[in-house]
């Protein structure tokens, strides 16, 4: 029985291996999901085939009428909303099915080495900025609906994230190129900026409309499990062609 047993896994995972475009060591066959969740196995029915980094810039995101920010003094640079699992569709992959909590992960000293990190790269600006469980909340929300459509186990799930931020740096690239805060520029300089540390890179922007003024909200940039990488379709994007502003401070909209 333990022979048969054997032989089944080691064809379940040569099957898994094959359905994975990016490989990663990360990924584990679908029925040995760890039981941190209420759901026998992840929501879909495959791994994902590639993935969105979802930046928002928090000025511009707390420009919009309908979002709430109490938060005082915004930085000046973008900060992860999501981490998005996406199918060969180009869909993202959602879960609409209740989850277990997360607050375990940050327990104990790692467990506040990790939330500084993600309190200062992924808040939740629609949270004073002290109020720890607004932002674990909000994490909880992102591993709920997206993160558990990952294929990753939650940590794991985050630190990815907070890794791919760090060594794509959005901020950094448009700041080499001289994009400023409070200034448009026209799209192609945004363009330039992305494709000039990053070749390959696929991404699309968001924008808010201010009488005319698109005010940028979002950069959503493709990724695998390791780098940014070039999507077959391009994204959604609805900034327009012409000049787009990174605001300085709220405008309204």
């Given at each position: 029985?333990?022979?048969?047993?054997?032989?089944?896994?080691?064809?379940?995972?040569?099957?898994?291996?094959?359905?994975?475009?990016?490989?990663?060591?990360?990924?584990?066959?679908?029925?040995?999901?760890?039981?941190?969740?209420?759901?026998?196995?992840p929501c879909?029915?495959?791994?994902?085939?590639?993935?969105?980094?979802?930046?928002?810039?928090?000025?511009?995101?707390?420009?919009?009428?309908?979002?709430?920010?109490?938060?005082?003094?915004?930085?000046?640079?973008?900060?992860?909303?999501?981490?998005?699992?996406?199918?060969?569709?180009?869909?993202?992959?959602?879960?609409?099915?209740?989850?277990?909590?997360?607050?375990?992960?940050?327990?104990?000293?790692?467990?506040?080495?990790?939330?500084?990190?993600?309190?200062?790269?992924?808040?939740?600006?629609?949270?004073?900025?002290?109020?720890?469980?607004?932002?674990?909340?909000?994490?909880?929300?992102?591993?709920?609906?997206?993160?558990?459509?990952?294929?990753?186990?939650?940590?794991?799930?985050?630190?990815?994230?907070?890794?791919?931020?760090?060594?794509?740096?959005?901020?950094?690239?448009?700041?080499?190129?001289?994009?400023?805060?409070g200034i448009?520029?026209?799209?192609?300089?945004?363009?330039?900026?992305?494709?000039?540390?990053?070749?390959?890179?696929?991404?699309?922007?968001?924008?808010?409309?201010?009488?005319?003024?698109?005010?940028?909200?979002?950069?959503?940039?493709?990724?695998?499990?390791?780098d940014a990488?070039?999507?077959?379709?391009?994204?959604?994007?609805?900034?327009?062609?012409?000049?787009?502003?990174?605001?300085?401070?709220?405008?309204?909209?």
């Amino acid at each position: 029985m333990m022979t048969y047993f054997l032989l089944f896994c080691l064809l379940l995972s040569h099957t898994e291996a094959k359905s994975i475009p990016h490989p990663s060591p990360h990924h584990f066959p679908l029925d040995l999901w760890p039981k941190d969740s209420l759901l026998p196995r992840p929501c879909p029915p495959l791994p994902p085939d590639h993935f969105w980094l979802v930046h928002t810039w928090p000025k511009g995101f707390c420009s919009n009428s309908s979002v709430h920010c109490p938060q005082r003094n915004l930085q000046d640079e973008l900060t992860i909303h999501g981490w998005w699992p996406v199918d060969r569709k180009d869909s993202t992959l959602n879960n609409y099915r209740r989850v277990r909590p997360i607050n375990y992960l940050f327990t104990g000293e790692a467990g506040e080495e990790l939330y500084t990190e993600m309190k200062n790269n992924w808040p939740n600006l629609t949270s004073p900025i002290e109020y720890r469980y607004g932002h674990i909340a909000f994490w909880e929300k992102e591993w709920a609906r997206h993160g558990i459509c990952s294929c990753f186990e939650p940590r794991l799930y985050f630190g990815t994230a907070l890794a791919l931020k760090r060594n794509i740096n959005i901020s950094q690239a448009l700041r080499a190129n001289g994009i400023k805060p409070g200034i448009e520029y026209l799209r192609r300089r945004f363009v330039t900026a992305l494709r000039r540390k990053i070749p390959r890179l696929s991404f699309a922007m968001r924008c808010g409309d201010k009488n005319g003024t698109k005010i940028l909200i979002e950069i959503r940039v493709c990724t695998n499990e390791t780098d940014a990488i070039s999507c077959s379709r391009r994204l959604n994007d609805n900034c327009g062609s012409c000049y787009i502003k990174l605001v300085s401070e709220i405008e309204p909209f």
